[in-house]
């Protein structure tokens, strides 16, 4: 795609991957991450940098070894190609948004606090490519997930995967998180620097109620690797539930690192599990309700989870 822009002296044609790289570099001010962002090698980057100079006819930014700024030339530039290019890309996501068919609401449940603030952008980036779209987010428990699924109570659910059901299907890893052990405040574990899974054979592990028991093995297994039984203790319907359990002394309970961030309590102390696998996250839906809103929903999260 060609456009065409009147600059000082005389009509300069700008093709768009020259604007897009442009724009991101004065944005980022930083050539590696600047063809990070546009997957394009660091090579690449510069020579249409000094192409744009050889048009121009002047620096548009100033390099030295520790850093890039804009000259006063593409300060200028910068400020004008701006708000041109933020209306053309507009108009082109719209009119691909109608040529798609892409309108109505997009319901979408998260479980946890890390999640709801990465649908919040993932929403924000797909609102911004197809604006003839709603979203409506919604916090769930553990518990819900499934069955909002399956009632059609939602289209999208972002939970922990893999999920073990046929009828639902699930998207890209969007967070990957170690696993911590979350132990009461005055418990040994909490003053060591980490545990193991052959740990839980020495403590009492709190459990999810009124989950599959697929989920259930995966966050709370029955036994350690070494075949030694691990006591279940009682069960929580919500996530604070447990750690007030966990609290209270009733016990411990594998957790995700993002918890730290998140649910930070005096009388929970948050251990890493050296040897457990990570935590993965990720957009589940029904296979039968796969449609061109789901497909755009997974595309922005990868976006804003910077895994695209």
Known sequence: MKLSFGIWSGVTMLERHELETFLTLAEELHFA?????????????????????????APLFHRTSRRVELSAVGRRLQEQL???????TAAVEE???????????????YVGAAAGQLLTSATAVFQRRMPGCTVRIQEAQIVDVLPWLHGREVDLAFASIPVHDRELTTGPVLISEARLLAVPAQHPFARRTSVCVEDLAD???????????????????????????????????????LLTRVGAGQGVVPVGEQVRRYYVRPDVTYVPIDDAPPLLWGLIWRTDATSAQIQEFNDAALEASGRK
């Open 203 to 241: 403590a009492v592990v709190l459990q999810f109620a009124d989950v599959p028991d697929a989920y259930r093995d995966d966050r709370t297994p029955s036994h350690t690797p070494a075949g030694r039984p691990i006591t279940r203790g009682p069960a929580g319907r919500t996530f604070n539930e």
């Open 33 to 57: 991450r600047t063809a990070a962002r546009l997957r394009v090698s660091g090579t690449r980057v510069s020579q249409v940098i000094r192409k744009l100079e050889r048009q121009v006819g």
């Open 95 to 109: 009119a691909m948004a109608a040529a798609h068919g892409i309108t109505g609401t997009v319901r979408v449940a």
């Open 82 to 88: 701006r708000p041109a290019w933020a209306s053309v």
